[in-house]
């Protein structure tokens, strides 16, 4: 196979992948939305791309599967075939087969499959109609599978009374049903029985190029329309050169306003100005265009909660809220596995499966679970709230008592107990079920979400239901940076880490030996530390009668840190430190105004584990001995 | 200050080398694994760091660390420097940028050409020396930078993949 053609494969796979995507949220809706034509047109649309393209690109068995969906599509479209449950869910295993198929080729271009099942099942829908397909696909598969070898006549014999049926049902037109008698026969009278998937698909071609033919131009008219809002494929390597660039650009830009004072020109000031202006809105677009919205991943829940109720045989309404809200493409791409954990979990152990218990705890009888996403200063929060029983925190600590997580006679609040879910080996579930596994889940879910600089919090309130809630960096490129001096050198503070800043006034400070110098703030009591001692860098006197201080507070850690100066506060593009700087308190670089790299601290970090108590209150103000 | 280098003529058998000197001692590494050679670039300090860790730099964008390996072998540099420059190295997705004396020119070297680096009594730390090379009057060690500064790649690997 030469390059063009392996590229071309390449690319179909790509985009194929995107297709089946948007099938299957476009079959969900169509369980939901019987009506709407155009969610069939749109339907019928991506089947007939596949199967062109497919075809195009030499994947005949991929081209021959998507024609038999497109029948089925166009029945439906047509409304010879009712939308029912049944329907969908075929299609939905058809769109996962195309999937698994996609998936396989991308690996082994040469890859065969076996689709006489689900081929079957559709013919059987569009021969027999939707009612007795239950019945018949069963028949069907004892021919395929068990009585493979069958004689002439029994086969025969079968398709008669199929043609029976399709008589009865009035469901296919004359004409077709005699193209499908004549067909039939001549199967019949093949010396191969049973009835083989070629022959099958022959009988349906026929049948459907007649009625494609006038349906042709409408759909290429469709498909023109729907070319407008048009997206194009970049790699994200040719982003973040992009994105490297223009953080040139800003730096530079930056520069250049520092020094307009000295252009003389009124023309030189004037474009600078406008330059200035140009150069944001560049920075603005670039930063965008790494930002995708959620609805993508959120889309697929709708999937995972439709499959997942049904093995359980729970009611279940998913809504989904804040679709738009938007996320960096990286940090999008890790929050599938995640949510999927989630949102099955959701399912199964948070709806009740008794719909009594609900109807009793005064609650509708189908279990709702909304997703809820929002933009929460420069973090994403996406909330999974399910109204079921909620976690019962004395079941969790018993279980936690009994798997050695924590001693019976430890102390914690029934919020710390239910926190204890995310533990490693933790499944209340008594038994293993096919739904939620083996208690791998809530662990794996937050190392994941950690690994993103995140972290996920559950609320429960028992009988009234549970809230999971992950709180995720907007985006890794870009963060709200503060920037100050340390010891005539600039640092870059986190602004998410940064509680306030102040003015230490001499007032405001206490010592005791073992404390070192605390710093009272309205009240609270917190250790005063001078950046310069984190830092290991040259003190340096400053002739102001009172410091700075930035506040840090989290969970963990709550201090004051004197800093020389607090310069500006701005977007800060994050560049990677290289490995060999391995000090932990450092999050990364940035390139300042200046067209210098400023290190990017970690507060919460950079004092860990470190004796930085000031041990004079005179040291704070007169920092040269 | 991009330099411009004389390559010698070579033969396919030959890799070449950029060769420079620390002080009076002459090095080289692998010219693939150069990027580039540019002037002793402003640098910010990197708390907490070794002290051969000079600072890092912003090029075009990229903050890389630099080096100076002088003081991590221990080699005074050379009193007059005014052609110390600072060699860019990439390998495998490490950038880094080393701090030299001077630029003296690209090596093509056959392998036959290249002397195992002798066993010293009591020292086990010059695994970063590839091999030894004699010209007619001087002698080159062939470098590993990434070995000297115990930057494994594989930690690397590690790290990108956590």
Redesign the interface.
Known sequence: MDDFEKELKGDFLEESAQLLEDCEQSFLQLENNHEDPEILDQIFRLAHNLKGSSRAVGFGEVAEFTHNMENLILQLKENRIPIVESVVSLLLDCNDHLSHMVSTLTNNFNAEFDSVDLISRIVNILENGVESSAQTSLDQEGDSEIEVNETLEEDAHDIFEQQAMVHDKSLVENTDIQIQLDKKQEVANDVQPPLNESNVVEINKVQNDEQTAPLKKKVSAVTSQAKKDENIRVSLSRLAQLNNSVGELVILQSVLNQHKDEFKSEILTKSLGQLSKLSKDIHEISMSLRMLPIKGVLQKMQRIVRDTSNVLNKDIELRLIGEETEVDKLVLEQLGDPLVHLVRNAVDHGIESNVEDRINAGKSAQGNIDINCFHDGNSLVIEVIDDGGGIPPDIIRKKAIEKNIIKANDKMSDQEVVQLVFHPGFSTKEQVSEVSGRGVGMDVVKTNIQQLSGDITVDSTLGKGSVFRIALPLSMAVIDGLIVEVGRQNFVFPLGQVHETINVRPEMLGFAEDLGVVLNLRGENMPLIKASDVLGTEPFNTSQSFKKAVIVKSKTVNYALLVDEVVDHQQIVVKPLGHEINYEGFMGSSILGNGLPALILDLFKAIKGKNLKIKKIEQVFNEVA | MNKELNTDTNTSSEERYLEFSLGNENYAVPLLDVKEVIAVP????????PSH?VG???L??????I?DLRKKMKISPKEQSEEVAVVILEVQE???GVIVDQVNRVLGIREDQISEAPQIEGKNNHDYMLGIYRGENTMTVLMNVFKI?G?EEL??VE?QA?
């Open positions: 402003d640098t910010t300090p990197i708390p907490h760091a860790f890092i730099m912003n075009r964008g990229q903050v890389i660390s080096v490490i950038t880094l500064l930057i930690n690397f790290k956590a």
